[in-house]
């Protein structure tokens, strides 16, 4: 079996979106959660991107994944922060918690890792469960203008220790009747000329029709649902250039 999120592909990833870096997105949050007094959850918190800002703004923040090796690197993170937040190995769909959140939020995407419907849906029900009366889900997805299959990339890193670490990714799958796709990384680092450590990542993404996720939405029980795109609030999406964003009231 492939990977998924592995030690060399979570080190890539700290890397290439270390601490704090934003595609608009952590401002946008920030802003969004200003007015929450409770606790926050964010799934899928990989290496801790938005969740150590967030609790470096002075807001009370949980995180789980379901890679450790991303968990391993989240927690160096927060240590050399002096944070100590809670962290827990789990899934969207199945994670279960004794705790209710004023908000539940999922940035650039992730979600859309929940590739096949029933899943996906399990875990909207779940985080449902897990908000309080009045708490807000607030989760970005995207909807992909073009797929070419067998296009590869390759981009390029150095590593602390001067190691080069390089990752060759392309899609080779698409279902457009169950709206998904499939990309594969490779992922490799070299040491002096020689290659010393390789992976193979498997990565699903899902897609939905703006108004399709809505209605999943609505039918889940979430209401008073706002519509964003671009991290600008309140403006409706006209195409496919801009992350699209849901926030949702239980």
Same mark, same amino acid.
């Given at each position: 079996m492939l990977g998924y999120y592995s030690r060399l592909s979570s080190e890539v990833y700290d890397l290439d979106k270390p601490i704090g870096s934003s595609f608009g997105d952590i401002e946008y949050y920030l802003e969004r959660l200003a007015s929450c007094k409770g606790r926050i959850l964010e799934?899928?918190?990989?290496?801790?991107?938005?969740?150590?800002?967030?609790?470096?703004?002075?807001?009370?923040?949980?995180?789980?994944?379901?890679s450790d090796e991303m968990l391993e690197v989240c @927690?160096?993170?927060?240590? !050399?922060?002096?944070?100590? /937040?809670?962290?827990?190995? =789990?899934?969207? #769909?199945s994670f279960t918690i004794n705790a209710k959140y004023a908000a539940i939020v999922i940035p650039t995407g992730t979600f859309l890792l929940l590739?096949?419907?029933?899943?996906?849906?399990?875990?909207?029900?779940?985080?449902?469960r897990h908000l309080e009366t009045g708490g807000r889900l607030i989760v970005d997805l995207h909807v992909p203008a073009v797929i070419e299959l067998e296009k590869t990339s390759t981009r390029t890193w150095q590593a602390a220790n001067g190691d080069t670490l390089t990752v060759e990714s392309k899609k080779i799958e698409v279902d457009w009747i169950r709206?998904?796709?499939?990309?594969?990384?490779?992922?490799?680092?070299?040491?002096?000329? @020689?290659?010393?450590?390789? !992976?193979?990542?498997?990565? /699903?993404?899902r897609?939905? =029709?703006?108004? #399709?996720?809505?209605?999943?939405?609505?039918?889940?029980g979430f209401s008073d649902i706002s519509i964003s795109t671009g991290y600008r609030y309140g403006?409706?999406?006209?195409?496919?250039?801009?992350?699209i964003t849901f926030e949702a009231m239980k």
């Open positions: 799934p899928a918190t990989g290496t801790g991107r938005l969740l150590v800002p967030l609790l470096e703004q002075g807001f009370q923040v949980d995180g789980f994944d379901v @927690r160096t993170n927060c240590k !050399e922060r002096g944070l100590a /937040p809670e962290l827990f190995a =789990g899934k969207m #769909e590739h096949e419907r029933e899943k996906s849906l399990q875990a909207l029900q779940n985080f449902h709206q998904y796709f499939v990309s594969q990384g490779r992922y490799e680092r070299w040491r002096e000329g @020689r290659l010393v450590e390789t !992976e193979l990542e498997r990565y /699903p993404m897609w939905y =029709g703006v108004e #399709e996720f809505k209605a999943i939405l609505e039918g889940v403006e409706c999406p006209e195409n496919t250039d801009s992350l």
